[in-house]
């Protein structure tokens, strides 16, 4: 079973342009909602993170949107750039394990 | 030097082959996972340890089995590998604070193809 879906698969923006990544998920007792970007060739590495009693957490161009009621949340990158291309995962925590979304590949055109 | 190794970094081998694969930290952690990714499926958890004496099962153990050496060292272990066992495989290890916000690190990877 998905426990965390995100969507889209893929996504191409154009340089300066503003990405945005969603997911869902099922569990109300996760409580810890993760992004992870994995450059080609190495492994995923934190970028940012959120505890759902917040609704937005902004670390310079990187957002997260998350909406309690939803169960949803997203991450927004404000001006995209190609050093940004990456595959972005999704997750969610309950004190114990992460569970992963599938992943989108963003890429960022000059 | 990086704080999570694996080695190999690639492996080929054959059906039938057992293989292991490893993983060692110098970060200090008592958390450590092994995970495979597979194109459009993501990152799903094989087995998880919290520590030396702790190994758990994830979402997809089974044809697997993993060894906790000591607190920075864990392998994975495909006893009769397959064709569909053929993806790219982390290792991780996170620090737990008891606040629920751990961050996992990982290694850079093994990537396998089973003939």
């Known amino acids: 079973q998905q426990q965390v879906k995100q969507s889209p698969q893929s996504l191409i923006v154009q340089k300066g342009g503003i990405s945005i990544i969603n997911c869902a998920y099922e569990?109300?007792?996760?409580?810890?909602f993760p992004w992870y970007q994995q450059f080609p060739g190495k492994g995923p590495a934190l970028l940012i993170a959120?505890?759902?009693?917040?609704s937005e957490k902004k670390e310079g161009r990187f957002t997260i949107s998350f909406n309690k009621s939803a169960k949803q949340f997203s991450l927004h990158i404000m001006d995209s750039q190609p050093g940004d291309s990456a595959t972005y995962f999704c997750?969610?925590?309950?004190?114990?394990?992460?569970?992963f979304g599938t992943g989108t590949r963003l890429q960022v055109f000059p | 030097d990086a704080d999570v190794t694996q080695t190999p970094r690639n492996r080929i081998t054959k059906t039938g082959k057992r293989i292991m694969l490893e993983c060692s930290q110098t970060?200090?952690?008592?958390?450590m996972y092994w995970y495979r990714q597979d194109p459009g499926l993501g990152l799903r958890l094989i087995y998880y340890?919290?520590?030396?004496?702790?190994?758990n099962k994830g979402e997809i153990s089974d044809g697997y089995s993993v060894s906790r050496q000591a607190q920075a060292k864990f392998s994975l272990s495909l006893e009769s590998a397959i064709p569909n066992q053929t993806a790219l495989y982390f290792c991780?290890?996170?620090?737990?604070?008891?606040?629920?916000?751990?961050?996992?690190?990982f290694g850079p990877g093994t990537r396998l193809l089973v003939l």
């Open positions: 997750a969610a925590s309950r004190s114990d394990k992460l569970i």
């Open positions: 959120i505890r759902p009693d917040v």
């Open positions: 569990n109300t007792a996760f409580d810890y």
């Open positions: 970060k200090g952690h008592d958390r």
């Open positions: 991780a290890t996170s620090d737990y604070y008891g606040t629920g916000q751990e961050t996992q690190y």
């Open positions: 340890s919290f520590d030396v004496k702790d190994i």
